[in-house]
């Protein structure tokens, strides 16, 4: 799974202290903040899947001093990044970056109270959203929130002609790749346990979707 950058014509540019920078994170990373400062819980733990270079956790975590980020990504060049991007800002509450990939059937973390992804589930097969969902489900515990971010389809159209050439540019790369429908998502996010509580429309047409993890019981009732 890759991890969380852009794959526009953005580069990743690396540094001799193995930070990597990628120049979407620049100019998303406050508007991401403004809405999860609003949605995370007042304290917890925070896993952040398909961390990338780790730029997001080193801006988010100095400034919600009140939860611990939990990087995580499958790739060692991105976990080496997150690391010298958690020294270079030094804040106490950045945990070491986990392996975590997203389509596994088993997450190496032991509990989590909200779960955030960032541009993954577009340069990632469709296994990997579904796997997401279910692995968020699993770690939440009952009104938990799941928040993902980047461009999405509605209702089966794109939202700007930008995110049509950007999805047959992912297409034509890997097949399997592809902005989803926000529907689709919803659904596979619904069947696990999660209720749609949010929809906020970003910058460059992008969109920051927040699930809450639906009680136990509610779920046992509607199986």
Not at 7 to 36: G, K, S
Not at 92 to 118: F, G, M, Q
Not at 142 to 147: I, R, T
Request: aromatic letters at 6%; proline letters at 9%.
């Amino acid at each position: 799974m890759p991890g969380a950058r852009d794959v526009t014509n953005d580069t990743l540019e690396p540094a001799p202290d193995r930070r990597l920078r990628a120049a979407a994170t620049a100019r998303n990373r406050q508007p991401i903040l403004d809405v999860l400062a609003r949605v995370l819980p007042p304290a917890g733990i925070v896993l952040e899947v398909g961390s990338g270079t780790g730029e997001h956790a080193a801006f988010f975590a100095p400034r919600l001093p009140h939860l611990t980020w939990q990087p995580s990504d499958p790739e060692a060049e991105m976990r080496a990044s997150i690391a010298a991007w958690a020294r270079s800002v030094a804040a106490s509450n950045i945990a070491a970056p986990l392996t975590l990939d997203a389509a596994a059937a088993t997450w190496p973390v032991e509990r989590a109270d909200a779960v955030v992804c960032i541009n993954v589930i577009h340069i990632a097969p469709w296994a990997v959203c579904e796997g997401l969902v279910a692995g968020a489900a699993a770690l939440l515990p009952d009104g938990g929130v799941l928040v993902l971010y980047g461009p999405f389809k509605r209702d089966g159209r794109h939202t700007a002609p930008s995110n049509a050439a950007f999805d047959e540019s992912l297409r034509s790369r890997d097949p399997a790749w592809g902005v989803r429908d926000m529907g689709d998502v919803a659904a596979a996010a619904a069947a696990v346990g999660f209720d749609l509580a949010d929809v906020v429309p970003m910058p460059a047409n992008n969109f920051s979707i927040v699930f809450r993890r639906r009680p136990r019981a509610a779920v046992s009732d509607r199986s």
